[in-house]
């Protein structure tokens, strides 16, 4: 094989690269599509054409019609926002507990089998800021529900403004909660009585909080339930 032939093409499936030059004792192939490059040295390409990897055609014999794309028109990846990397984080932490739970075989997803196992997940990851044994039980349903797909635990809501970043994960789940079953259950929507029955339910979830000597929940705003609503 002349890999210095300037006629040799080397084809990876749909993908043809022509040898380029040689680069001290690599050969750098050119992407005949996208004008990329890529370096390898002589005998591990010669091993990759003798195993069938490569294979070997003339220029001639590349078809008459090929899409050719700069690099620079090829779209990059998306960047991640400040916003996304929270979600997955948050995601990553509600699926320890659930992971755990279920590799515990819990027998029940009430709160005399949870809250000692929260209690413990908590101390074993450094979790300041543990579930109660209601929102570990909701985090479960949907990851079951999903098929056992983690991305199920990615927070619903992402926070907008400074007031929604400071709320806890677990008071944007239990305004959702809250709003979710008003909705199915209502066809007008009297914002004050979402908002009061949002804070019965975050009463009684921090008078659980209390119990296992966790830090009080802060209720959001009326106005920010009423744009919840609004924004669905």
């Not at 990329?36 to 055609?57: D, H, Y």
């Not at 983690?150 to 959702?176: C, F, M, S, Y």
């Not at 199915?184 to 908002?195: A, D, G, S």
Request: glycine fraction near 4%; charge should be positive.
């Amino acid at each position: 094989m002349d890999l210095q032939n300037p006629d040799l093409i080397l084809v990876k499936r749909l993908s043809e690269h022509s040898c380029s030059y040689f680069a001290g004792t690599d050969v750098v192939l050119t992407d005949i599509e996208s004008g990329g490059r890529f370096n390898f040295a002589k005998p591990r390409l010669e091993k990759l054409v003798s195993n069938g990897q490569l294979r070997t055609i003339a220029r001639r014999e590349l078809p008459t019609k090929l899409t050719f794309k700069r690099l620079s028109n090829v779209k990059k990846p998306k960047a991640e926002t400040v916003e996304d990397l929270a979600a997955k984080q948050e995601m990553a932490r509600r699926y320890k507990y659930v992971q755990g739970a279920i590799e515990q075989s819990v027998p029940a997803y009430t709160e005399k089998w949870l809250a000692p196992f929260i209690a413990q997940k908590a101390v074993e990851i450094n979790d300041s800021s543990p579930p109660s044994w209601r929102t570990l039980a909701h985090w479960n349903k949907a990851f079951v529900e999903s098929g056992w797909d983690k991305h199920a635990l990615i927070p619903r809501h992402k926070a907008k403004g400074n007031r929604t970043k400071q709320l806890p994960q677990e008071v944007h789940d239990l305004i959702g909660d809250v709003i979710n079953e008003y909705l199915r259950t209502h066809t007008v929507v009297r914002y004050q009585k979402v908002y009061d029955q949002f804070l019965e339910q975050l009463d009684t979830l921090n008078a659980e909080r209390r119990e296992a000597d966790l830090v009080e929940l802060k209720p959001c705003s009326y106005r920010w339930i009423v744009n919840r609503i609004q924004n669905r």
